[in-house]
């Protein structure tokens, strides 16, 4: 087990190292100039110079990424272009809103995905089952601010069961959550449908059968806790998308996490908040796989660590 985590720790190091170089080659190769967007239109040329040499983007590449590593390496993330603060307060303040959206989101996923992946597995190749696939399959394909515009003006607008948007109450998380929780729940769904059915399958499940217990039992003690296990590594991968992949969910309802950070960095060019950002998403992918590995080999000791 020692083995397997320094193993896995070593690989994540690496990955991030990776990601974090190949973000800043990008942002370097990048057409738009974020000196221009500090000095302005206006600006003269000697003041564009000067605003370069300062920021250290007049250097060579090697030299800023290995500068900026070691700072990355000392806790350091930067300052802002723009907004002259550092990238690791902004990243903190909204650091705990894209969490909480995270939370609701993966609790409602879940809820909806192994409900119907369940339910299609019991009632495989009935009406039943094609219609919940068919409903995971326009849940995976749904645009994300069709389907929150949509949730908005039936929820918000016409019932007025829920504020059109802000954050601060559980009410104004139910809406997003809700919303992420559709469009992820099609993964989750499809994947147990499949889990179950090869469950269903197993001589353990017949066995159980057999003693006389009741379907309902053999079903919750014996199917799902082993159909489930897809499900874990699933949640690991969703950690990262939260994190740094609704955009569009977090300006529909105007929820103020490190999503909507990044797309207001992107718009300005500012690099530093935008390698903050890839950076925090990164390590919540790698964190949230690894925490999912380890949580298996838990979960099913049939799994040899090697």
């Given at each position: 087990?020692?083995a397997?985590i320094?193993?896995?720790l070593?690989?994540?190091?690496l990955?991030?190292?990776?990601?974090?170089?190949?973000?800043?080659?990008?942002?370097?190769?990048?057409?738009a100039?974020?000196?221009?967007?500090?000095?302005?239109?206006?600006?003269?040329?000697?003041?564009?110079?000067?605003?370069?040499?300062?920021?250290?983007?007049?250097?060579?590449?090697?030299?800023?990424?290995?500068?900026y590593?070691?700072?990355?390496?000392?806790?350091?993330?930067?300052?802002?272009?723009?907004?002259?603060?550092?990238v690791?307060?902004?990243?903190a303040?909204?650091?705990?809103?894209?969490?909480?959206?995270?939370?609701?989101?993966?609790?409602?996923?879940?809820?909806?995905?192994?409900?119907?992946g369940?339910?299609?597995?019991?009632?495989?190749?009935?009406?039943?089952?094609?219609?919940l696939?068919?409903?995971?399959?326009?849940?995976v394909?749904?645009?994300?601010?069709?389907?929150?515009?949509?949730?908005?003006?039936?929820?918000?607008v016409?019932?007025?069961?829920?504020?059109?948007g802000?954050?601060?109450t559980?009410?104004?998380?139910?809406?997003p959550?809700?919303?992420l929780?559709?469009?992820?729940?099609?993964?989750?769904?499809?994947m147990?449908?499949?889990?179950?059915?090869?469950?269903?399958?197993?001589?353990?499940i017949?066995?159980?059968?057999?003693?006389?217990?009741?379907?309902?039992?053999?079903?919750?003690r014996?199917?799902?806790p082993?159909?489930?296990?897809?499900?874990?590594?699933?949640?690991?991968?969703?950690?990262?998308?939260?994190?740094?992949g609704?955009?569009?969910?977090?300006?529909?309802?105007?929820?103020p996490?490190?999503?909507?950070?990044?797309?207001?960095?992107?718009?300005?060019?500012?690099?530093?908040i935008?390698?903050?950002?890839t950076l925090?998403?990164?390590c919540?992918?790698?964190?949230?796989?690894?925490?999912?590995?380890?949580?298996?080999?838990?979960?099913d000791?049939?799994?040899?660590?090697?």
């Amino acid at each position: 087990m020692l083995a397997f985590i320094t193993k896995r720790l070593i690989q994540s190091c690496l990955i991030l190292l990776g990601v974090s170089f190949i973000t800043f080659a990008l942002l370097y190769l990048f057409p738009a100039d974020p000196v221009r967007q500090i000095a302005g239109r206006s600006a003269t040329p000697e003041t564009v110079a000067n605003i370069r040499a300062q920021l250290g983007l007049d250097q060579p590449f090697i030299i800023q990424y290995a500068r900026y590593l070691g700072n990355l390496l000392q806790g350091d993330l930067g300052r802002s272009y723009l907004q002259k603060t550092e990238v690791s307060t902004l990243i903190a303040a909204r650091l705990p809103a894209s969490l909480l959206l995270m939370l609701g989101a993966i609790v409602c996923e879940l809820i909806l995905g192994i409900t119907m992946g369940v339910v299609a597995a019991m009632r495989r190749g009935t009406a039943t089952d094609n219609t919940l696939m068919m409903a995971s399959f326009i849940g995976v394909s749904a645009p994300q601010f069709v389907v929150g515009l949509l949730m908005l003006y039936v929820f918000a607008v016409q019932l007025h069961w829920f504020p059109i948007g802000g954050y601060g109450t559980f009410a104004h998380l139910v809406l997003p959550s809700i919303t992420l929780g559709i469009l992820g729940s099609g993964w989750y769904s499809r994947m147990m449908r499949s889990s179950m059915i090869d469950v269903l399958r197993q001589d353990f499940i017949r066995t159980a059968r057999a003693k006389g217990l009741s379907r309902i039992r053999v079903l919750m003690r014996h199917a799902l806790p082993n159909a489930v296990l897809p499900i874990i590594a699933m949640i690991g991968i969703d950690v990262g998308i939260f994190m740094g992949g609704i955009v569009v969910v977090e300006s529909v309802f105007g929820w103020p996490g490190i999503g909507q950070l990044a797309w207001q960095a992107i718009q300005r060019v500012d690099i530093p908040i935008i390698m903050g950002v890839t950076l925090v998403s990164a390590c919540a992918i790698v964190i949230g796989n690894l925490v999912a590995d380890i949580a298996s080999l838990f979960a099913d000791p049939r799994i040899k660590v090697r």
